[in-house]
């Protein structure tokens, strides 16, 4: 650890992965009603556990974005994080509210009341006084890596970083317009929910991409950061028009049908570049970085963000298509993939990559790492197909020979089964996951005699 | 790549497609608001009621399950045009019936069979969501779903 103040990420890091299992917990117990849906009924109703899930999903993945930032500036600035307390006040905010979130919930405390009642907008469900809490947490973090990026070395990762950040914060303020209008409730929804995920995560993505490359495979710093403005620039090229994806069926006009279907069959192309990216790079490195999980799980998420939100996205973005599988099973198993590809993976790369770094020791246990990956990426990846049949079978019963809802979900209940047993490799995966960062003192299984290892950057 | 263009190049491509798409989406929101307001949700009049319904779909977290134009959890019916299938869109009063009848008669607690909980609504609540499910299920949606299973 080159600067003291990286040490934040450490905290950050650890919220992130306790939130991490929280999640996935949640998801196998949603995973679970599927299959048998009396359980819990009428103690924690499906949209209850089904809220916890997608909620905890967006904050670790927030939290880890923070401590990545935190991580990557120092070096990347050269120079100390501007205000250490600020960030750690800024995390008890977000714990704060994230403790609120869960027992809010749970409870359903104080339904109806605006400020303290859950507001029930898919994924911005939080009570308003959370979102304040985000926002008031969200300006902290910006002042603190703002001031330390202006006083520092302005390099094109910190340049592209800074805007991505910068850009969430921006578009989550449309997260307090709720206007009574459905219609325009829905096409200002997506102005967070899109231009989040297809938008400037994309810009996070990139760069914390970008910066483990760079350490990981010893490029040139000119090449990396060119590939970086290239793909960020796809990236918003393609994203910020694709958003007329979500525009087909909610009250918005036809040109939309036209001008998502194009942009958004588009936005598989900085998915391909950061895919194509990641593998040329390694090819180009000189160097033999001794912590092969780091470069296992940055090569993964390239490559499961392209097939998660590139090819499973394009798979039903076209208007034709999408009028029959708009709302089906074909999105819950794009949604899936997409997310662990892209996001999940990013954060588990880095934090592989930084925390042998935080504790200040070599990156061993490497094996259980990697084990961990294939554990998490082969169930998610059974997961995304059962759900994809599911989808297949459902949009054709229901949607082309017009079966009621219900008796489809019935014909698709063996699917549900086998995305239960999906989610068990999952959560196991990120329980081990966990516990080869925090607990082992030693590399569990010895390398050979052959095993040459550079010194670690 | 470094002979087809600069970093510097590379930047300002970034900056200046990035405002020039961001300007193209700022000028279609504004025409699709109003296309919203003054067209495909314009068949049927915005009354108190209907708001006062949004409040009630919102405060119970019924997005979790349910979809409404499609968007939305995958647990159980699309509901953008329930009114549609339950034959009640042109009758406010038997859509309030229904309504009432169906939420009152939840959960059903039979073995295997997904659960909807019981949500202790009043009767002013039931009508309020009753008219806004009717509002949205007046809504132009482009034909959108393909027929009356949602």
């Known amino acids: ?457 | 790549m470094r002979e087809v263009m600069t970093k510097a190049m590379a930047r300002n491509i970034f900056y200046g497609g990035s405002i020039f798409f961001i300007l193209i989406f700022l000028g279609l929101t504004i025409h699709s608001h109003l296309y919203i307001v003054n067209t495909s949700t314009a068949a049927t009049p915005l009354t108190d009621s209907v708001a006062r319904g949004k409040r009630v779909w919102e405060r119970h977290a019924c997005i979790n399950c349910h979809t409404l134009h499609g968007e939305g959890a995958y647990f159980a019916p699309e509901v953008g045009n329930v009114m549609t299938r339950w034959g009640v869109v042109e009758k406010p009063d038997d859509a309030f019936e229904t309504l009432k009848g169906w939420i009152e008669a939840q959960p059903t607690g039979i073995a295997g069979r997904r659960q909807m909980p019981r949500f202790h609504l009043t009767d002013e609540e039931i009508r309020d969501l009753a008219n806004f499910l009717i509002w949205a299920d007046k809504t132009d949606t482009k034909g959108w779903p393909p027929n009356d299973a949602g």
């Open chain 1, 1 to 457: 650890m080159k600067y003291e103040s990286q040490k934040i990420a450490y905290a950050y890091f650890l919220v992130a992965m306790i939130l991490f299992v929280v999640q996935v917990s949640g998801g196998l117990l949603a995973g679970w009603i599927y299959v048998s849906p009396n359980t819990l009924s009428e103690i924690v109703p499906f949209n209850v556990v089904r809220m916890l899930h997608t909620n905890s999903l967006v904050v670790w993945l927030l939290l880890g974005f923070f401590g990545a930032a935190y991580f990557v500036i120092p070096e990347e600035a050269e120079r100390e994080i501007h205000s250490p307390k600020l960030a750690y006040l800024q995390l008890a905010i977000l714990v704060l509210g994230t403790a609120g979130v869960v027992v809010t919930y749970l409870f359903d405390l104080f339904n109806g009341n605006l400020l303290l009642g859950k507001d029930g907008r898919e994924f911005l469900e939080q009570p308003l006084w959370v979102k304040v809490g985000i926002v008031v947490a969200a300006l902290m973090f910006l002042y603190n890596i703002s001031m330390t990026v202006l006083a520092g070395r302005k390099t094109a990762i910190t340049n592209v970083l800074l805007i991505g950040l910068w850009g969430i914060a921006i578009f989550f303020l449309f997260a307090f317009y709720n206007p009574h209008n459905l219609s325009l409730d829905k096409m200002y929804w997506w102005y967070v929910v899109h231009l989040w995920v297809e938008g400037v995560w994309e810009l996070v993505m990139a760069s914390i991409l970008a910066y483990l490359m760079l350490k990981l495979t010893g490029v040139d710093r000119e090449i990396v950061e060119k590939w970086l403005y290239v793909i960020v620039a796809t990236s918003l090229f393609t994203g910020i028009l694709g958003t007329g994806h979500h525009y087909y069926w909610i009250g918005t006009p036809g040109y939309w049908q036209w001008i998502g279907s194009i942009f958004s069959s588009l936005e598989v192309i900085p998915f391909f570049l950061m895919m194509v990216f990641s593998f040329v790079m390694v090819w180009k490195g000189s160097r033999d970085h001794p912590n092969k999980a780091a470069l296992l799980w940055s090569l993964g998420t390239t490559t499961l963000a392209f097939f998660g939100a590139g090819v499973w996205g394009f798979m039903h973005t076209l208007h034709g298509v999408n009028y029959y599988t708009h709302g089906t099973q074909i999105t819950a198993a794009h949604g899936h993939l997409a997310f662990f590809g892209a996001y999940v993976s990013l954060n588990l790369a880095i934090f592989t990559y930084a925390f042998p770094i935080l504790k200040n020791r070599d990156p061993y246990n490497q094996v259980l790492n990697m084990s961990s990956f294939w554990l998490m990426s082969g169930g998610m990846a059974f997961m995304t197909f059962v759900l994809t049949f599911a989808g297949t079978v459902q949009t054709h019963l229901q949607r082309v020979m017009g079966q009621n809802y219900m008796e489809v979900q019935d014909q698709l209940s063996i699917f549900y089964l086998m995305r239960f047993g999906a989610g068990v490799a999952v959560v196991l995966g990120a329980v081990l996951f966990v516990f080869a960062i925090l607990v082992p003192k030693r590399e569990v299984v010895a390398p050979g005699p052959d095993a040459k290892l550079s010194p670690a950057e």
